[in-house]
């Protein structure tokens, strides 16, 4: 009787149709649970198709690593990433689309826990709309597609949500261990579920039903439970200084307040798409004042999560993606949501649908596109571009040829968690050691290699171990690679001509060492470039000029040629004077210096070249005998 006057209350004309809803599914099938149907069946195909066919991302190359060295917990996660990863990888083979295949199968099972909300709590008709909200909805509808912690989240957050619906209603052991199994689910996948755990305690108290079973000994056994699998990731931080926590509460985040911050709004009404964004915060606002304690539940975890987040913005990290944080505050506000959009004109609504189905698409074809190696280089001077999937299968083909040709006993060093990360699953190889690198400890991956003792601290003796020195180049910003090179001579020595891999036109670029020969003398580092004329992306005649600086710190350089899609078109005359090298990098040590300035002039009237886009580069020869591809840039060649 209680449970039927509370939805008597509910908001007008709510109950009306519920029982509308009702008496048409009796009557006949619900096209919004086929539409449901058919629009889950369609996305996971497509994500299978993606996930087989995408570049494998480097943090879930890590978590591969992480996954071939199991522990209950590690320096940047809780533990259930890795051994999903292990899973996915021991069932399925060592290739992407298996570690993948746990992920994808976990966020395939959101939809269909937000149908189930959204229907036990406000009919079966708003239920499926919800279901492929979830669905269309960028943000959940492109989870899985890499093995990161956010499809366990997203399931764990559900989970807590459904089960605290529940709760509200009335205290029961499904009910109570349903909460403690979200609650442990959520604890082994990220440290961001305690913004969950802290909102839905918040968003409980806020209500007489919440308190009410807040005061039932069941809740708490299962908030025992749920927090005890925090145990294995807090033993980890007692043992290691707290790097985990500091890492993600401390080190990562400026802590200063930055106005850019207001980005936030912004970023997510392109990520959710503008309307559906619109429609979800209505929700939530509107929800606040429900008759039904589990709407105002949803619109107190959702909306608080949503919010928390927005005003972190303006405090935390904004060097690292973080747009996918607020998706648990979108999953517990979708319930709401069919009813919410229910108020507004038809032509609304199906701009809503529309634009959303926009979004995903778009989503999906994002992924999609960085699957393809062509578009990825046609597209290598956009600023989008994604370095992160790009190269890695090219370098590890580089890798086994040039190991091919080095003693049997050779090993591979990375210069950084990255490379090594990616070089090991490429060659099914978890512990390939790693030098020393700002992006170890900027990532917080620097314990985790410490405790693997596979953070190399380059001390040995080369001459005596053949080792093929893998570095990322493009990993330094430009400003610092200089920098980097000194520093890598400081850990191994003076570098030997090194072999240069462009990937994408140089976006990507990769340089090996072959450290089995003694070094002695000043650094040897890869040369240093620039083309100061023209200007990328800039057009030019069939006839053009070429200037810039280039520089070989340790030796020098004894030419340098111009390159236009990879064949020379001209010898520049090199060693005119250029100031200013020495004071913006005042550790380089080019013999040449300020004599390191050139110029060229192409003549392509006689080549046959087609007018259009076409990338210049240079082709820089170093007194050693290296010979070094620098990257290219975009150039409109007329007619």
Request: hydrophobic letters at 50%; one cysteine or more.
């Amino acid at each position: 009787m209680r449970e039927e006057a509370i939805h008597d209350g509910h908001e007008a004309g709510f109950e009306q149709v519920r029982h509308g809803q009702m008496r048409h599914e009796q009557t006949r099938p619900d096209p919004a649970r086929h539409g449901f149907w058919l629009l889950w069946s369609a996305v996971l195909l497509l994500k299978l198709v993606v996930a087989a066919r995408l570049p494998l991302f480097v943090d879930e190359a890590f978590y591969w690593q992480e996954g071939h060295h199991l522990a209950a917990a590690y320096s940047d996660l809780p533990g259930l990433t890795a051994w999903l990863a292990r899973l996915g990888v021991t069932l399925g083979g060592e290739h992407a689309f298996a570690l993948r295949a746990p992920f994808l199968l976990i966020a395939a099972l959101v939809p269909l826990l937000v149908v189930r909300i959204a229907s036990r709590e406000f009919g079966e008709r708003y239920g499926w709309q919800a279901g492929c909200f979830a669905l269309l909805l960028p943000l959940a509808g492109t989870l899985g597609l890499l093995a990161l912690p956010d499809a366990v989240l997203a399931l764990a957050t559900l989970l807590c949500v459904d089960a605290g619906a529940k709760l509200l209603r009335q205290v029961g052991a499904a009910a109570a261990l349903e909460l403690a199994l979200g609650l442990a689910l959520g604890a082994l996948s990220h440290y961001r579920f305690i913004a969950v755990i802290g909102v839905g305690f918040i968003a409980l108290l806020l209500l007489p039903d919440g308190r009410r079973a807040l005061r039932d000994v069941r809740v708490w056994t299962a908030i025992a439970l749920g927090a005890s699998a925090w145990v294995p990731l807090m033993a980890w931080n007692l043992d290691n200084a707290d790097a985990g926590l500091r890492f993600q509460l401390v080190d990562r985040h400026p802590w200063a307040f930055h106005a850019d911050g207001i980005l936030f709004l912004g970023i997510q009404a392109l990520m959710v798409t503008p309307l559906l964004f619109v429609a979800l915060v209505l929700a939530g606002w509107r929800g606040r004042q429900g008759a039904l304690p589990a709407t105002r539940f949803f619109a107190y975890l959702g909306g608080l999560v949503v919010l928390g987040f927005f005003a972190l913005g303006f405090f935390a990290d904004t060097e690292r993606v973080s747009f996918h944080w607020p998706l648990p505050g979108y999953l517990a506000l979708l319930p709401l949501l069919p009813a919410a959009l229910s108020r507004w004109p038809l032509p609304w609504r199906v701009a809503t649908w529309l634009l959303a189905g926009f979004g995903l698409i778009a989503m999906l074809g994002f992924y999609a596109a960085l699957s393809m190696p062509q578009v990825r280089e046609r597209t290598a001077a956009n600023k989008f571009y994604q370095p992160n999937f790009a190269g890695w299968e090219t370098l590890a083909q580089t890798v086994r040829r040039r190991l091919e040709q080095m003693p049997p006993d050779t090993r591979v060093l990375a210069d950084s968690f990255k490379v090594g990360a990616e070089l090991g699953f490429a060659l099914n190889n978890p512990d390939i050691p790693v030098l020393d690198h700002p992006i170890n400890h900027k990532h917080g991956r620097a314990p985790q290699l410490r405790l693997w003792n596979l953070q190399h601290e380059g001390a040995h003796d080369w001459t005596r171990t053949p080792t093929l020195l893998v570095v990322g180049i493009t990993e330094v910003s430009y400003k610092d690679q200089l920098r980097r090179y000194h520093a890598l001579c400081d850990m191994v020595g003076p570098l030997p001509p090194p072999q240069v891999l462009n990937i994408d036109h140089g976006r990507q670029r990769f340089a090996l060492f072959a450290l089995d020969t003694a070094r002695t003398g000043a650094c040897t580092t890869p040369a240093m470039a620039w083309i100061d004329v023209p200007v990328e992306g800039t057009q030019v005649g069939r006839t053009f000029d070429v200037k810039g600086w280039a520089f070989k710190d340790g030796v020098g350089l004894a030419g340098v040629d111009v390159v236009l899609d990879g064949k020379v078109v001209a010898s520049a005359q090199y060693g005119r004077p250029y100031e200013g090298l020495q004071r913006d990098w005042p550790e380089t040590n080019d013999p040449q210096h300020p004599n390191v300035g050139f110029t060229a002039h192409v003549d392509l009237r006689a080549n046959g070249v087609h007018a259009g886009r076409h990338w210049l580069g240079l082709r820089l020869h170093g007194r050693d005998g290296s010979v070094e591809d620098w990257s290219e840039q975009p150039i409109d060649l007329g007619k």
